[in-house]
Nanobody, 126 residues
Framework: VQLQASGGGLVQAGGSLRLSCAAS????????MGWFRQAPGKEREFVAS????????VYEDSVKGRFTISRDNAKNTVYLKLNSLKPEDTAVYYC????????????????????WGQGTLVTVSS
């Protein structure tokens, strides 16, 4: 599967963005999906993950209640809605996929994913 992330941009603190990640394959529903981010000078970190059927989601503590991960398997797309953005959310955001069929699973570890998108930059100004 190939992944194409989009939707990043410059936003003021408190604002919102919606990131999208489109997958190339019709078997998208067989993949657990995740979002990660990498701030300048820092390591890539987990943000959110969603199971194949979309019913189970997990989040990194600092984004709980502000970010929402969702997916539309008919459109082969996973989304990340970012609300109440803070300057510390500034980073390149990456989507990632892992074939997990038939399991319904979420995953937090970078090492658990084997396909990555190219990243989309989110910049939050204070």
């Amino acid at each position: 599967v190939q992944l194409q992330a989009s939707g990043g941009g410059l936003v003021q603190a408190g604002g919102s963005l919606r990131l999208s990640c489109a997958a190339s394959e019709r078997t998208f529903s067989r993949y657990t999906m995740g979002w990660f981010r990498q701030a300048p000078g820092k390591e890539r970190e987990f943000v959110a993950s969603i199971s194949r059927n979309g019913r189970t989601t997990v989040y990194e503590d600092s984004v709980k209640g502000r970010f929402t991960i969702s997916r539309d398997n008919a459109k082969n797309t996973v989304y990340l809605k970012l609300n109440s953005l803070k300057p510390e959310d500034t980073a390149v955001y990456y989507c990632a996929a892992k074939f997990t069929y038939p399991r319904e699973a979420t995953m937090r570890g970078l090492w658990e994913y084997d396909t990555w998108g190219q990243g989309t930059l989110v910049t939050v100004s204070s």
